[in-house]
């Protein structure tokens, strides 16, 4: 017999027994078994009978049912940044057309920043650099991981176009750009309204991405969590606005957070609800949940800090912190909850049962999840 690198996740097989007695009505055959069943009760008919031993949820060899993809630490961090960047898109544009020009300039930085530290993330888990420049070869709609690759393509070039011309302005304008510098604030309006209208998008695509997937908790959230997203995305962009603008100029990025954080608390629950039992459990059990729960208890702080802003410099700035710091958690919480969902096989099987049934008991047998019997 041949041996291989994965027998060794084989479990060890236990001895085989050696039937006894023939196929007839000796003392060891089917004879004997049909009086015990009659005897017990179980064979006449009268009552059911249990003929196996309860079923317990278990894996081939150990392995996990669903496999998760291998999203760690900086896909965590591209969630929380990506989602910061696309609502701080929002947030210049509405500046730029109300002639905020404070406020713009903070949602410009933040989302340069933002993109600067999410797209080095994004290729670090891609493990080589050409990976991403691969997804670039092909634009499938069907895909959310295709769409996402051009959506943060585009918005990075609208928003280091956009960046490029406030940074110029705060050091009077003594970049080396030369003759450029009439081109590059012509393109200044357009890459304001590009990154407008793909900061949405960006906000929103990564749950769709994670809901795409064959993960439990993933999937059976993948209706609610675009807005618990996008509403995450909200607060730490407008908490981040309102801690570097002035109070006066903060108006609008105090509103965008305080939004944010209704969404954020409404969405969360709502996707909760609309959830199997068992797959929601990951999201308020363990580490994930430990790090949604303090995501929640920030986010309400850093709402309640918001309406005192307006007053003091120093509420601005730690409620802006703590609202960013809600975002983070809220994305990693989630992240670690999909890992952790596919760990018990439970999980995966249960809540397809369950639906299988309901479905049933609703009369719908005609289709492919519900084969008619």
């Known amino acids: 017999m041949t041996h291989s690198e994965y027998d060794e996740y084989r479990p060890p097989e236990p001895p085989r027994r050696r039937r006894r007695g023939g196929r007839g009505a000796g003392p060891g055959g089917r004879g004997k078994r049909r009086r015990d069943l009659t005897e017990s009760g179980g064979g006449d008919g009268s009552r059911e009978m249990a003929m196996v031993e309860d079923v317990e949820f278990e894996s081939y060899y150990g392995r996990p049912v669903v496999k998760a993809p291998p999203w760690e630490t900086p896909i965590g961090i591209y969630l929380f940044v990506g989602g910061l960047a696309g609502a701080s898109g929002l947030l210049q544009a509405g500046a730029a057309l109300t002639g905020n020009a404070e406020l713009r300039r903070s949602a410009r930085l933040v989302a340069i920043a933002a993109v600067g530290v999410g797209t080095p ?8 650099p050409e990976r991403f420049l691969h997804m670039m070869r092909v634009f499938k709609v069907s895909s959310p991981m295709s769409l996402g690759t051009w959506i943060l393509s585009s918005y990075a070039s609208g928003a280091a176009l956009t960046a490029a011309n406030e940074v110029d302005r705060m050091t009077g304008e003594r970049l080396p750009f030369g003759p450029l510098r009439p081109l590059l604030r012509l393109a200044e309006g357009p890459s304001a ?9 960006l906000a929103a695509y990564t749950a769709v991405l994670l809901g795409d997937t064959a993960v439990p908790t993933w999937n059976a959230a993948r209706h609610g969590l675009p807005f618990v997203f996008v509403s995450s995305a909200s607060l730490a962009a407008g908490g981040m606005a309102m801690a570097l603008t002035s109070r006066k100029n903060a108006g609008p990025a105090r509103l965008l957070a305080a939004a944010g954080v209704v969404g954020d608390l409404v969405g969360m629950h709502f996707t909760k609800s609309t959830m199997h039992p068992l797959e929601s459990e990951p999201l308020e059990e363990g580490r994930p949940g430990t790090l949604l729960r303090w995501a929640e208890r920030l986010a309400v702080a850093g709402g309640i800090g918001t309406l005192l802003a307006r007053r003091s410099r120093t509420v601005a700035v730690a409620s802006g912190l703590a609202l960013a710091g809600a975002s983070a958690l809220t994305r990693f919480g989630v992240l670690h909850a999909g890992h952790e969902s596919v760990k018990d096989p439970r999980r995966v099987m249960i809540p397809q049962k369950d639906r299988l049934e309901k479905r049933r008991a609703a009369g719908i047998t005609d289709d492919s999840i519900t084969t008619g019997w």
């Open 121 to 128: 993330a994004l290729v670090i888990d891609l493990g080589r």
């Open 193 to 201: 309204a590009l990154q407008g209208v793909m900061g949405a998008p």
